[in-house]
């Protein structure tokens, strides 16, 4: 970090402990909603993936109010400890045991902390390097910031391993809350680093629609769109929250499609650019995020989990494991899907009293341990560490080739990494594809090496797609409207979540998991065609703007 900014390591320790909060929550978060037996709220898969994938596209929506109001009126520096406080309480909030009413304000306040949160972070760091010494370092300013990211999202996992399966759920959410509030502790010491690039709108060059018009045009209309969705007979995309979700979200998009039509004639082009990348990134987020929900299931019933003897201390002295013993006793009653049954007239959960645990449902006879034998088992959550861990190994291998590249004078452009990254990433689902293949859809255990070969594959395309979306809204995004366009970069990931939980409603639905797998290697091979069909307009906006 030696020629970068000096504020960069305070904001790298500030995301890398957000991060740490956000990435523990998530990782337990569908394993909390659907546990029975160790004080979890005992959902069904279907309603945790809707409440999931709900939950983590108002994370990303709310950006768009917070980047406005930093824009505007707070400033980033206040708007990103606002944030951080309100995200710490949430974590708090979630801890409390059993209460769907906490449980349901915290996940409300959350997504309103990360409104505040996380598009000004990224945007305070893009006006550091703003500064003519640091332009030509962006992609790899990004690029480092966002391994802080991941390094909080490699270590929580094992903290939330621990926390829950010693002490409880409500420990490991608590731990969550510790990490958020160092985070911000971090921040306010690094303060006087980044005073100078914590620019309003009011002080910058430029008008700019007004919090007022916003509220009126944007918010309001929002949220009555929503309430009104929700309200449908039936249904129409799913579920009344998707419904509610999606056509919300028509205002907002409505409102990004007016700045454009309202923008100077120099600055259409850039925006119009951005929301193009924007439309197309929207597919990437819907198949990478469900890293916690589908991938997650994969994770939890269909991968042997088995932890060798060799490193079966240390696992378990890093809070990586737990302990299932091979003896009848009383567990749900799970069909050939690993779904729980119900009793259609009391929707309780079907409980066997001589039954087995369901890990070792899908382990051929001759293969189970010895009546009585315990077993260790890697917690599940713990594949979700797999994903940032490569993050960082890969990161400095990938800045390095593309310094490479730009010493040749042969670097991709932004977009072109981004298209790069949508092919990789589709690749992934290949390899889950050949996995389900392998353990002959699920009858058997698939070796753990395939979740860890998925998430090897899709880390090199999130690498060239994620830090250099956020490096090009920065580049791109003219400076009055700089929270307003990195608050867009977050609606797209929104509206990715979204459907990443409509997806993810889905597994049961297909027999043939293959074809769950499948139907997300399309979605990204056509989103990847669509970008490289745009990629000579994109490149001739950037090349006019001066960008690269």
């Given at each position: 970090?030696?020629n970068?900014?000096a504020?960069l390591?305070?904001l790298?320790?500030?995301?890398m402990w957000?991060?740490f909060?956000?990435?523990l929550?998530?990782?337990?978060?569908?394993?909390?909603?659907?546990d029975t037996q160790s004080?979890?709220?005992?959902f069904?898969?279907?309603?945790?993936?809707?409440?999931?994938?709900t939950?983590?596209?108002?994370?990303y929506?709310t950006?768009f109010?917070g980047?406005?109001?930093?824009d505007?009126?707070l400033?980033?520096?206040?708007?990103?400890?606002i944030?951080?406080?309100?995200?710490?309480?949430?974590?708090?909030?979630l801890?409390?045991p059993?209460?769907?009413t906490?449980?349901?304000?915290?996940?409300g306040?959350m997504?309103?902390g990360?409104g505040?949160?996380?598009?000004?972070?990224?945007?305070?760091?893009?006006?550091?390097?703003?500064?003519?010494k640091?332009?030509?370092?962006?992609?790899?300013?990004?690029?480092i910031?966002?391994?802080?990211?991941?390094v909080?999202?490699?270590?929580?996992?094992?903290?939330?391993?621990y926390m829950?399966?010693?002490?409880?759920?409500g420990?490991?959410?608590?731990?969550?809350?510790?990490?958020?509030f160092?985070?911000?502790?971090?921040?306010v010491?690094?303060?006087?680093?980044y005073?100078?690039?914590?620019?309003?709108?009011?002080?910058?060059?430029?008008?700019g629609?007004g919090?007022?018009a916003?509220?009126?045009?944007?918010?309001i209309?929002?949220?009555?769109?929503g309430?009104g969705?929700?309200?449908?007979?039936?249904n129409?995309?799913?579920?009344?929250?998707?419904?509610?979700?999606?056509?919300?979200?028509?205002?907002?998009?409505?409102?990004?499609i007016w700045?454009?039509?309202?923008?100077?004639?120099?600055?259409?082009?850039?925006?119009k650019?951005?929301?193009?990348?924007?439309?197309v990134?929207?597919?990437?987020?819907?198949?990478?995020?469900?890293?916690?929900t589908?991938?997650?299931?994969?994770?939890?019933?269909y991968?042997?989990?088995?932890m060798?003897?060799?490193?079966?201390?240390?696992?378990?002295?890093?809070?990586?494991?737990?302990?299932?013993r091979?003896?009848q006793?009383?567990?749900?009653r799970?069909d050939?899907q690993?779904?729980?049954?119900r009793n259609?007239?009391?929707?309780?959960?079907?409980?066997?009293?001589?039954?087995?645990?369901?890990y070792?449902k899908n382990i051929?006879?001759?293969?189970?341990?010895?009546?009585?034998?315990?077993?260790k088992?890697?917690?599940?959550?713990i594949?979700?560490?797999?994903n940032?861990f490569?993050?960082?190994f890969f990161t400095?291998?990938?800045i390095?080739?593309?310094?490479w590249?730009r010493?040749?004078?042969?670097?991709?452009?932004?977009?072109?990494?981004?298209g790069l990254?949508?092919?990789?990433?589709?690749?992934s689902?290949l390899?889950?594809?050949?996995?389900?293949?392998?353990c002959?859809?699920?009858?058997?255990k698939?070796?753990?090496?395939?979740?860890?070969?998925?998430?090897?594959?899709?880390?090199v395309?999130?690498?060239?797609?994620s830090?250099?979306?956020?490096?090009?809204v920065?580049?791109?995004?003219?400076?009055?409207?700089?929270?307003?366009?990195?608050?867009?970069?977050q609606?797209?990931?929104?509206?990715g979540?979204?459907?990443?939980?409509v997806l993810?409603?889905?597994?049961?639905k297909?027999?043939?998991?293959?074809n769950?797998f499948w139907?997300?290697?399309?979605?990204?091979a056509?989103?990847?065609?669509v970008?490289?069909?745009?990629?000579?307009?994109?490149?001739?906006?950037?090349?006019?703007?001066?960008v690269h």
């Amino acid at each position: 970090m030696r020629n970068h900014p000096a504020a960069l390591p305070f904001l790298f320790l500030t995301e890398m402990w957000e991060r740490f909060g956000y990435y523990l929550m998530i990782g337990i978060f569908t394993l909390y909603m659907t546990d029975t037996q160790s004080g979890g709220l005992g959902f069904d898969r279907g309603t945790s993936a809707d409440v999931y994938g709900t939950f983590i596209a108002l994370v990303y929506l709310t950006p768009f109010v917070g980047g406005l109001l930093a824009d505007r009126i707070l400033g980033f520096r206040r708007s990103i400890i606002i944030g951080g406080v309100l995200m710490g309480i949430g974590y708090l909030l979630l801890a409390i045991p059993n209460n769907l009413t906490t449980f349901y304000l915290a996940l409300g306040v959350m997504i309103l902390g990360n409104g505040f949160f996380k598009p000004n972070i990224s945007t305070l760091l893009g006006n550091l390097y703003n500064e003519e010494k640091y332009k030509a370092l962006k992609d790899d300013g990004y690029s480092i910031f966002y391994m802080g990211i991941n390094v909080g999202a490699l270590i929580c996992n094992f903290v939330a391993a621990y926390m829950r399966n010693t002490y409880g759920w409500g420990y490991a959410f608590a731990a969550a809350g510790v990490g958020m509030f160092i985070g911000v502790i971090v921040f306010v010491m690094g303060m006087k680093h980044y005073a100078h690039a914590d620019v309003r709108q009011d002080q910058a060059a430029g008008g700019g629609t007004g919090v007022g018009a916003m509220l009126s045009s944007v918010l309001i209309p929002a949220v009555v769109t929503g309430v009104g969705a929700w309200y449908i007979p039936g249904n129409i995309f799913g579920s009344d929250s998707t419904d509610a979700f999606l056509f919300g979200a028509l205002p907002v998009v409505g409102f990004y499609i007016w700045t454009l039509q309202k923008a100077a004639p120099n600055e259409k082009p850039r925006i119009k650019a951005l929301l193009a990348v924007y439309a197309v990134v929207v597919i990437f987020w819907a198949v990478f995020k469900q890293n916690g929900t589908a991938l997650t299931t994969w994770a939890e019933f269909y991968t042997d989990r088995s932890m060798p003897t060799l490193i079966e201390k240390p696992a378990s002295f890093m809070g990586a494991t737990q302990t299932v013993r091979y003896e009848q006793g009383t567990y749900p009653r799970y069909d050939e899907q690993f779904r729980t049954t119900r009793n259609p007239e009391t929707g309780k959960i079907v409980t066997d009293s001589a039954s087995y645990h369901p890990y070792f449902k899908n382990i051929p006879a001759e293969s189970r341990p010895a009546e009585g034998t315990s077993l260790k088992l890697v917690s599940t959550e713990i594949f979700q560490s797999v994903n940032p861990f490569f993050v960082i190994f890969f990161t400095p291998v990938l800045i390095w080739f593309f310094s490479w590249l730009r010493s040749r004078k042969r670097e991709p452009s932004t977009p072109a990494k981004i298209g790069l990254g949508l092919v990789i990433s589709a690749l992934s689902t290949l390899v889950t594809v050949v996995a389900v293949y392998a353990c002959h859809n699920g009858t058997e255990k698939a070796s753990a090496w395939w979740v860890i070969a998925t998430y090897a594959v899709i880390t090199v395309g999130e690498l060239c797609l994620s830090p250099m979306g956020l490096s090009m809204v920065s580049k791109m995004a003219p400076a009055r409207l700089a929270g307003l366009m990195m608050g867009g970069w977050q609606l797209a990931t929104s509206l990715g979540n979204k459907l990443s939980g409509v997806l993810a409603t889905m597994w049961d639905k297909y027999e043939d998991k293959s074809n769950f797998f499948w139907v997300n290697f399309v979605l990204l091979a056509v989103s990847a065609t669509v970008l490289y069909l745009m990629l000579p307009w994109l490149k001739r906006v950037f090349r006019d703007s001066g960008v690269h």
